[in-house]
């Protein structure tokens, strides 16, 4: 089985189409699970008014207001992508496609049904790796350092998907190297910064080794969406 991860764009004008989720479930879903994907996740980039209004700080990244959203999936095999690609096209004619590794490093269980929106917020989060370390820096500052450290940093949490990209899928595509899911129950654990990040925290972070290339960022938040 292997994961893939494609990326919605848009205009950075544009806002995303209040019916966006709907489409996607009921002309797009089935479709892609007729074409062999399964465990379909959708994370629409809907909640940015909102979240600018409280916590403009929490958009972060030139390229994020160019990102409608992604879709997160598995298949049994890679080369089926391609009959998947137009339909996602269907949604929006522009996207970029990633092959992955999924790491999940914290769960919450499952109380809304599958095409519902989750309850609370979603960050996703595209990033490239910094040119001043090595792969084995990369990996070691990220997923040895990092992750273990994020939880105090975010103790409010509730999940945590980390996704490590194999290689990119289409062409144009950002060489992205993270794309990662993380959850917070409520809008305001995600935008009162004391609830997103204590203060006994900010100084370990920035005492962390360097792995990302902040300048290729691009994180904010999203409504997220399960089907079975």
Not at 60 to 88: C, Q, V, Y
Not at 124 to 134: C, E, F, H, N
Not at 138 to 165: A, D
Request: a negative charge.
């Amino acid at each position: 089985m292997e994961k893939l991860v494609y990326l919605f764009h848009k205009a950075a004008d544009t806002k995303v189409s209040a019916d966006f989720a709907q489409r996607a479930g009921r002309d797009i879903v089935p479709q892609l699970k007729a074409a062999g994907a399964r465990d379909i996740l959708l994370t629409i980039c809907d909640l940015n008014d909102e979240v600018r209004r409280k916590a403009p700080e929490q958009l972060m990244g030139a390229s994020w207001d160019t990102l409608a959203g992604a879709i997160h999936f598995w298949m049994d095999n890679l080369d089926d992508r391609f009959k998947i690609e137009p339909l996602l096209r269907q949604l929006t004619p522009q996207i970029s496609g990633y092959l992955v590794t999924e790491s999940v490093l914290q769960t919450a269980p499952r109380t809304w049904k599958s095409g519902e929106r989750r309850p609370g917020v979603t960050q996703l989060a595209v990033i490239g790796k910094s040119s001043r370390v090595s792969d084995e820096e990369f990996y070691h500052n990220w997923q040895q350092v990092h992750s273990p450290f994020s939880f105090r940093l975010h103790p409010l949490r509730t999940e945590y998907v980390r996704n490590s990209v194999a290689r990119t899928l289409t062409p144009g595509a950002v060489p992205y190297r993270i794309i990662v899911l993380e959850q917070w129950g409520e809008l305001r654990d995600f935008t009162e910064p004391e609830r997103y990040i204590p203060k006994e925290a900010w100084e370990e972070l920035r005492k962390e080794p360097e792995f990302a290339d902040l300048d290729s960022l691009a994180t904010g938040p999203s409504s997220e969406y399960a089907f079975d």
